[in-house]
């Protein structure tokens, strides 16, 4: 069985063509700048060279027929034609209340769908066009929504309300669903396995690590906290977004500068985070090559990051009564053995540590603690698509 893993957002495509006999990745690509100037399409086919394709990509439909043309394409295809592709598993940024897990795309499921837009009117939009693209390029192929939203439905209420009036949740579902929930989801089970013990028996706390960031308290396999909250940029400091502010600070700034909601919005999403502080990059790789070279604010945005983070981990292990593993991935948490020393040496209290051998290492999973130590850390490369294809896989063989 062949799935089509595809991960829409406004301008870009990104997909995966997975083989579900080995789970081995057949090609990946990216569609970029759809209905801008300039679309292009990058095709890596597994052991053959990539390919560029410039072409005027308008909208979603003309990139995902530019995808099938590539997968099926006598010389850097690797399907021999649309009919081997046996289902698509879409990324669904926001499922509201509604999807506590991926689901089959009906009618019913899109109309929900289009109910969360105004709780996430960046992502969900693409994701609906992403979905609508494939029924009229592939019809009859069984489509999957896999949620970001989805592993976070376990939080219980205590954990997931606003203390504002309760109709603000009644009236217009203001609670924190929390984000990035398919990696959390696949990070804490690799950790399970890689520990040799169940999921069932243990408190783990994942820290997803890139410009988007966020950290998931799971225990007992289910999630029972995270930092995110009713939309992405709530918790950790992150590339262009502040994180937890005071709320205050919001109409106070709003008056001083003069700005109204979507400039504030604007503000706190893409101005704010290392960006803002450091002024030098939201790329974390900039912000730590200025520090190195003396800049005193590149140093304080880092520092402001790993501090936050720090806290997190303390109030989650707060939350579950201890931890067992601590596990940082994606792009900063996978590749950034200063940033997770620089955590890590926050740690001690917990009985647990950084071995500065062990964390030379970047993109692979390994265990990072010292010797003996009572918390185990882990580096852990997530894998979205792979979570995207085993539900697509699980929900379309129950199909039959
Ligand atoms: P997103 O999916 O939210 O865009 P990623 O998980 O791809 O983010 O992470 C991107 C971030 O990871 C960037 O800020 C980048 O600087 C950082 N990153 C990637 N590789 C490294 C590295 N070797 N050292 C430090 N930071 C890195």
Redesign the pocket.
């Known amino acids: 069985m062949k799935v089509l893993v595809v991960n829409c957002g406004s301008s870009s495509l990104k997909y995966q063509l997975v083989n579900m006999n080995d789970e081995s990745v057949l090609a990946k690509g990216l569609v970029e700048r759809i209905g801008l100037e300039g679309s292009i399409l990058t095709h890596q086919p597994e052991g053959k060279d990539k390919v560029v394709i410039n072409a005027d990509i308008s909208n979603h439909s003309i990139g995902i027929k530019l995808v099938i043309d590539a997968l099926t394409d006598a010389k850097h295809g690797v399907i021999s034609s649309m009919k081997e592709i046996s289902a698509v598993g879409h990324r669904v940024v926001h499922g509201g209340e509604k999807f506590a897990g991926s689901v089959l795309i009906t009618s019913a499921v899109m109309k929900a769908l289009e109910d969360c837009i105004e709780m996430a009117p960046l992502h969900n939009p693409p994701n609906i066009m992403g979905i609508n693209a494939c029924t009229e390029i592939m019809p009859g192929v069984p489509q999957v929504g896999v949620f970001d939203t989805a592993f976070h439905q376990t939080m219980p209420k205590e954990a997931f309300l606003y203390a504002i009036p309760y109709e603000a949740y009644e009236k217009y579902g203001v609670r924190r669903y929390g984000f990035h929930g398919t990696s959390h989801k696949y990070v804490s089970e690799r950790t399970a396995e890689l520990m040799g013990k169940d999921l069932s028996e243990l408190k783990i706390i994942t820290c997803h690590l ?3 960031a966020s950290i998931a308290a799971v225990k007992n396999g289910k999630c029972i906290d995270t930092s995110m909250g009713f939309t992405p940029l709530e918790g950790l400091v992150m ?1 262009t977004r502040s994180g937890g502010i005071d709320p205050a600070i919001v109409p106070y700034i709003m008056k001083k500068e003069n700005m109204n909601a979507d400039q504030v919005d604007n503000y706190l999403n893409k101005k704010s985070g290392v960006l803002g502080v450091s002024g030098v990059s ?4 900039d912000i ?1 090559d200025a520090a190195d070279k003396g800049n005193e604010r590149a140093a304080l945005a880092l520092d402001m990051f790993a501090y936050r983070v720090l806290k997190f981990v303390g109030s989650y292990a707060a939350a579950m009564g201890g931890v067992d593993a601590i596990v940082f991935t ?3 948490g996978e ?2 053995i200063s940033m997770r020393e620089k955590i890590g040496n926050g740690f001690a209290y917990l009985g647990t540590g950084i071995d500065p051998v062990k964390n030379n290492v ?1 993109g692979k999973a390994q265990e990072i603690s010292v010797d003996g130590a009572k918390v185990k850390i882990f580096v852990i490369p997530t894998n979205e698509e792979l979570v995207i294809a085993r539900d697509t896989k699980k929900i379309c063989s129950e199909l039959a």
């Open positions: 890139g410009n988007g590339g939201s790329d974390f790789r730590e994606a792009g900063l590749n950034s970047r």
